[in-house]
């Protein structure tokens, strides 16, 4: 990694063993891909005050060259916490590096559209596709050259899901 490790705790003793096993599996993920910039280790433990009790809280913020990627996990213990957040974060590495790679072919899902709006400074925008419908997209969706890259009217082969508020483009690559 470029950028050393951070680690930080939310009332949760930092001991050196767990400081020595976050940091030894954060080099495991450094070793699956040797281009993470940074890697930043949230712990939170659940507060004793009735009103905000709840499970253990780990989240992982790596930087890797075009965008970032998340794992953040819940669990009853912080063992289970963090053994979610780390495969969560090796699945998501792995999945990038096939992507960086081509390995995932365009499949029957993808389709072809045009960037209809960009918001550079708040790192979203729309595509628009053959019908007409407007599809958001994340800057984190797409693959390089990066969202910095993209123009309005450029064309773009995309993935799509539902998201929360209507339908969500997964994957975006210039076409």
Do not use: W
């Amino acid at each position: 990694m470029q950028i050393p490790l951070e680690v930080s705790a939310r009332r949760l003793d930092l001991t050196p063993a767990l400081e020595a096993e976050l940091r030894e599996r954060a080099g495991k993920l450094d070793h699956l891909y040797t281009r993470l910039t940074s890697c930043r280790i949230a712990l939170e433990r659940p507060s004793f005050h009735h009103n905000e009790g709840g499970p253990y809280r780990v989240r992982l913020d790596l930087t890797v060259p075009g965008g970032e990627l998340v794992a953040n996990k819940e669990a009853e213990t912080l063992d289970a916490a963090l053994n979610d957040a780390f495969e969560a974060a090796e699945r998501q590495i792995k999945d990038f590096v096939e992507r960086r790679r081509g390995m995932i072919k365009a499949g029957p899902s993808a389709r072809h559209g045009t960037v209809l709006r960009l918001f550079r400074d708040q790192g979203f925008g729309f595509l628009t596709d053959e019908d007409g419908s407007e599809i958001y997209f994340h800057r984190n969706a797409v693959l390089d050259p990066g969202f910095e890259r993209l123009e309005v009217g450029a064309t773009v082969r995309y993935a799509v899901e539902q998201g929360f508020e209507g339908p969500q483009a997964t994957t975006v690559e210039a076409a």
